[in-house]
């Protein structure tokens, strides 16, 4: 953060500038009158040995008067001569100059006009995930699209200014958060229109219940350096907003460093020369956060991800759903275990990294949740329910058109404590060479044992009967604790591995 532009800190630093310069004024007078009461000494008292102990305390007390006065100048002049303090100094002189009360009052009632507008704003904006409305995404384009504003900001006379901006930018003032909110406004999330989110906004805003993107905790002090992939969000906040929040994009991370778009200072983007920055600090900083993964981007945005509507190779199929669809067949709903985990919120989780892969792959594919949800939230009908239903949904879709489909879910045991991956082959269907190369991914990941086994699935059944290669995974126990705390935080590795098998088999 910039704390020259803080007028918080500036107040402070105002305080302090006004104390400096009456003493600076104060002493000089002070030792000037001093030395007038020596000199009037001196004439009094003609002793020439007095007389001249007091013209010497007289010159000493004008020469302390003079360098006081012109010590500031001074130290300018000797910084200005040593080139690797010089930009240093200059940020202290901005500062200096930002302390009067005009400025601080102008960054005072931005800051009140900021506040108000994103108190409308969060009234105004209230819409949520909605499946016909949002796809796949890929952070490919993501990326694209911050690294193009980011060339923008660095090649353009940009200065960083927390008063709180309007999305899009038209103007030359910018800060991390509203850099980071003008990337998802250009990228196609309309919602982002109007006044920016601060880092508080980032923070607070449960944008998996709103887009369907992953949200990742982050601990205060965590190192999430092993956690970041390109184009995630990092924000992180000491509750306090303003100067005490901070946010960027991550660009890539690779031997232990962390590459980012980050507009938290003015000299960063100035020096970066349009490129990447170092900012492992970050990942490191002691603030509490979280790691926001866009995983989706509006359908017909502005990407131009392969991913449109229903034109994929690949279909990705995300087991059960949520009350109240799920209940029109027996067997659909599935709860949350005492582990914590919910099997239709990680089937979910698990094919949209899947998707995501596959697209940074160059493997067009679709979510068959995705293209028939319609209206409703988190991708909520499923492949299974409109099979049974023989819905006009479901015949929209000309599914045997696939090369290869691939059903995700979770497994659960009567003791809990089972774990590892299975491949369940529909009656009279033989298991094919992607499944125990699926298996093996799955198990060197979590070191556990798989394996295939017939068991009657209709999904299964309905892929033999069209001819389409079918995988029904089971992916873990998701009423076992410790092995689903181990998948979860492999999950990322999981899917790049699932999504490269995939491509090796099918793409």
């Known amino acids: 953060m910039d704390f020259c532009n803080d007028y918080h800190f500036l107040e402070g630093l105002r305080i302090a500038k006004f104390i400096i310069t009456v003493l600076k004024i104060v002493i000089p007078i002070l030792l000037v009158g001093f030395g007038t009461y020596d000199f009037v000494q001196t004439v009094i008292d003609p002793d020439k040995h007095t007389a001249t102990n007091q013209a010497k305390s007289f010159a000493m007390r004008l020469a302390s008067a003079f360098l006081i006065f012109m010590l500031p100048t001074i130290i300018s002049i000797i910084f200005s001569l040593l080139s690797n303090v010089s930009s240093h100094l200059k940020e202290i002189e901005d500062c200096f100059g930002n302390a009067t009360t005009e400025y601080i009052g102008i960054l005072k009632t931005a800051e009140k006009e900021r506040l108000k507008l994103l108190e409308e704003k969060s009234k105004v904006y209230t819409s949520r995930y909605d499946g016909s409305k949002y796809k796949a995404g890929n952070y490919g384009e993501l990326l694209k699209v911050a690294a193009d504003l980011w060339k923008k900001i660095a090649n353009g006379d940009y200065h960083y200014s927390m008063s709180g901006q309007s999305i899009p930018i038209e103007g030359n003032l910018i800060d991390c958060s509203s850099y980071i909110s003008w990337v998802l406004y250009e990228y196609g999330f309309e919602d982002f229109k109007g006044p920016q989110y601060s880092t508080l906004t980032f923070l607070d805003t449960n944008f998996n219940d709103k887009y369907g993107w992953e949200e990742i905790p ?74 926001i993964r866009v995983n989706t981007q509006p359908a017909g945005g502005s990407s131009s991800s392969s991913s449109s509507k229903g034109d994929g190779n690949i279909l990705l199929i995300a087991g059960h759903t949520f009350p109240p669809y799920c209940e029109k067949f027996e067997n659909e709903c599935r709860g949350k275990y005492s582990s914590g985990y919910d099997e239709p919120e990680q089937t979910r989780i698990l094919v949209k990294l899947i998707k995501s892969e596959l697209d940074s792959l160059g493997v067009k594919s679709d979510i068959a949740n995705a293209l028939m949800s319609g209206d409703n939230d988190q991708m909520n009908k499923s492949f299974y329910t409109e099979l049974m239903g023989d819905t006009a949904e479901f015949k929209k879709y000309d599914w045997k058109k696939y090369k290869y489909a691939i059903e995700i879910h979770f497994n659960a045991s009567e003791t809990h404590n089972v ?33 295939a086994y017939h068991q009657s699935t209709h999904d299964g059944t309905y892929f033999k009967s069209i001819g389409v290669p079918f995988t029904y995974l089971e992916t873990e126990f998701y009423d076992n604790k410790s092995a689903m705390d181990k998948y979860f935080s492999n999950k990322e590795a999981i899917a790049k591995e699932i999504a490269s098998t995939i491509k090796q088999y099918y793409g």
Do not use: Q, Y
């Open 419 to 451: 774990s590892g991956p299975r491949v369940l082959l529909a009656d009279g269907a033989s298991s094919i060479p992607i499944d125990n190369a699926i298996i093996n991914v799955l198990t060197s990941k979590l070191g556990t044992s798989g394996n």
């Open 218 to 291: 982050v601990a205060a002090g965590e190192d999430v350096t092993s956690k970041l992939k390109p184009g995630d969000i990092l924000v992180r906040d000491d509750g306090g907003g303003g100067s005490g929040g901070h946010i960027n994009i991550t660009v890539d991370v690779k031997d232990g460093k962390v590459m980012a778009f980050d507009c938290g200072k003015e000299d960063v983007w100035r020096n970066s020369g349009g490129n990447s920055v170092d900012k492992t600090s970050f990942a490191k900083d002691s603030r509490p956060g979280k790691i």
